[in-house]
């Protein structure tokens, strides 16, 4: 028994040991966590970056839990910081909000005044998106006074915009026009180019709003002007649209026209509901002021329907608002329990602390014979975690490593593919809709002009992803050699020894016989003899001519191995016409599930949709199709890569 006693304190001892060494080498610890605190947070801004919130959010949450373990106040605030910029991202309002007030309660205890003013720009916005505008302006505000006493000028511009477009929101136009010009002073002077062309944009509006149209025309031309050197973005949607606005209601038809087409054309789908809806409404109002009633009932039925989707946005806020309320009334009640719980505790403490001191010298002996056994415990569960915590990052690491090897081969994937100004050269009109499934596609459009002969392909090969992605560089490479080293020029004869390529590629010593290879549609377009030659493989395309749809002939048998793969391709001629519309296209558009009964989309409706946008301008046949599509599929995953090339002749 003595000798048991004596090796539980022997071993007590030498754990204290091991304690008090834990203790003296925590700095270093410390600075370790710090520093891969830091690693993550770098991570996770790249991940939010390229979108992949998913990983982000999981990299966020070890920033939390290794800054909430070291007591590293910055890592918790950026980490917090980060989760709202994740669930801003996905328009996830009220947890964002949450996440900002956050990481902004901690930057105040800090008082990092840098990264709350910033905070407050952010918190400000969510609240002007909820039309909470007085909230809005408060935080705006605080925002200002921190960038004038710590002299950041710069940002000084930012915060007065967003003032002023509130201001302009609560139809103050006096005061939104000061603080917009006040924003536009700062901008000049820093020589902010992105700033000038925002707030003229905004000051623009808010002469539209209080009914002085010549003049908003001049501020949105001057936006433009300032965004010349730059891009296409959303800048330029936005001018082009008030643009044609304050041209409609000037009743200059033909301008406002202009505008709104323009806008149209380039808007994305990434672009709010809110600026495509009153696109729509302004052009049907236009149309139907000339008498056109059929263009005017179409952007009327586009209006509504997206007229629903702002909708279910705005109540979608208005829901997150109500929680935001009921949220701050049931914190403000906790934190008056909590501050009488504090009083009440304290008083219980000058009670009882003669207690606790008696109390703990009867404790202190069995504790020290407990110690042991906790310690080992909490040694054997830390060893554990650490090992479920390497098995994580490793997974994680993994991931990121797998997603970064993908996306690197999506780059390769596009420098194979030809390129648009490539193609621009040799045809002057056309439009191309590439959609992948994944991230790289099976489905490949490829072009080259060999001998006075442009020689266009648009292929499906099997699979999709990863797989496919092999088999449309194979099939590239093949096309490559054939045409240019082997001298082929006939579009059969192209595919017939592209077939036979592809099945010595994939059986080198004849064993196990694989079906994989492509679908394709070969065109070589002589443009000077207007001819179009061309060899299919299992696709057809389609020819408009005259308001009616001409179906290519067909081979029905793949560019691979086959029952079939001794029978050669077929070669067809076709005579083009000035004005003729030419669709060469996969089967990923017509295979796609949706609608209201889950079903496919089908060639028979993909051929009226042809036929109907087949004379309008090109960029917005394709911003149909895209919407078309994305209308259809609405929730459910997209089933297959779609590819759809569109020419005039």
């Known amino acids: 028994m003595q000798k048991n006693i004596s090796n539980i304190f022997e071993n007590y001892f030498l754990k204290s040991v091991l304690i008090l060494a834990i203790v003296f080498s925590s700095a270093k610890l410390f600075s370790q966590d710090t520093t891969r605190i830091h690693h993550l947070i770098a991570q996770v801004s790249d991940l939010i970056d390229n979108a992949s919130y998913v990983l982000a959010e999981n990299k966020t949450d070890s920033v939390l839990l290794i800054s909430n373990l070291s007591n590293y106040k910055y890592g918790v605030a950026q980490g917090y910081n980060l989760k709202g910029v994740i669930y801003r991202d996905q328009s996830r309002t009220k947890e964002a909000l949450e996440n900002f007030l956050q990481s902004i309660s901690i930057y105040e205890s800090m008082g990092v005044k840098n990264k709350m003013a910033a905070l407050y720009i952010n918190i400000g916005s969510i609240y002007g998106g909820l039309d909470e505008n007085k909230m809005a302006l408060n935080y705006y505000f605080k925002a200002v006074t921190i960038f004038k006493d710590q002299k950041l000028t710069r940002h000084l511009g930012t915060a007065f915009n967003n003032i002023g477009t509130t201001y302009e929101r609560m139809g103050q136009f006096n005061s939104s026009n000061h603080y917009l010009n006040e924003g536009l002073r700062i901008n000049q002077k820093e020589k902010d180019t992105i700033g000038i062309a925002m707030t003229l944009h905004n000051i623009g509006v808010n ?63 990434n672009s709010p509901n809110t600026e495509r809806g009153d696109i729509y409404q302004n052009l049907s109002d236009l149309y139907e002021q000339r008498g056109d009633y059929k263009k005017a009932l179409l952007y009327h039925k586009r209006f509504l329907k997206n007229t629903d989707s702002v909708s279910n946005e705005s109540l979608r806020n208005e829901i997150v608002k109500r929680d935001l309320e009921h949220e701050y009334d049931r914190k403000q009640e906790l934190q008056k329990q909590k501050e009488h719980n504090k009083e009440m505790i304290t008083q219980t403490k000058i009670d009882n602390q003669k207690k606790i ?38 997974v994680e690491e993994k991931n990121s490593e797998i997603l970064s090897s993908i996306y690197y081969a999506k780059r390769i994937q596009n420098a194979l593919l030809t390129s648009e100004n490539y193609i621009k050269k040799r045809l002057e009109n056309f439009f191309i809709l590439y959609k992948p499934k994944d991230i790289v596609s099976g489905d490949f459009y490829w072009g080259l002009e060999h001998k006075n002969i442009f020689y266009l392909v648009v ?13 449309s560089l194979l099939n590239i490479s093949i096309l490559n050699e054939l045409i240019i080293e082997k001298e082929f020029h006939s579009p059969e004869l192209i595919l017939n020894e592209a077939r036979k390529e592809i099945i010595r590629s994939l059986n080198p010593e004849g064993g196990d016989e694989s079906k994989d290879g492509m679908d394709c549609i070969l065109c070589a377009f002589d443009l000077k003899k207007q001819t179009l030659k061309y060899a299919c ?57 949706g609608g209201p009964k889950g079903k ?27 919407e078309s599509f994305d209308d259809w599929k609405g929730k459910l995953e997209q089933v297959d890569d779609v590819c759809i090339v569109g020419i005039k002749i």
Do not use: W
């Open 207 to 269: 002469f539209s709003s209080n009914g002085n149209y010549d003049t908003s025309i001049v501020y949105f031309n001057r936006s433009l002007s300032f965004l010349k050197n730059l891009g296409v973005g959303p800048g330029h949607i936005y001018n082009y649209s008030q643009l044609g606005s304050s041209y409609l209601r000037k009743k200059n038809f033909n301008e406002a026209e202009k505008y709104l087409l323009k806008a149209l054309v380039i808007i994305s789908a």
């Open 357 to 394: 001191i008696i109390g703990a010298v009867i404790a202190l002996g069995i504790v020290s014979l407990l110690v042991v056994l906790v310690f080992r415990g909490y040694n054997q569960k830390r060893k554990a975690n650490n090992i479920i915590s390497k098995q994580k990052e490793l």
């Open 459 to 471: 292929a499906d090969c099997t699979g999709h992803g990863v797989p496919g992605a092999f088999m």
């Open 537 to 593: 493989a299992n696709n057809a395309f389609y020819i408009v001519r005259n308001k009616e749809l001409i179906h290519s002939e067909l081979d029905k048998m793949p560019v691979g191995k086959s029952h079939d793969d001794s029978v050669s391709f077929t070669l067809h001629e076709f005579k083009l016409q000035k004005e003729d519309m030419i669709y060469l296209i996969t089967d990923g558009y017509a295979d796609q599930f």
């Open 600 to 626: 496919k989309y089908k060639y028979l409706k993909l051929q009226q949709q042809l036929l109907e946008y087949s004379a309008l301008e090109l960029q917005v046949q394709k911003n149909n199709l895209l």
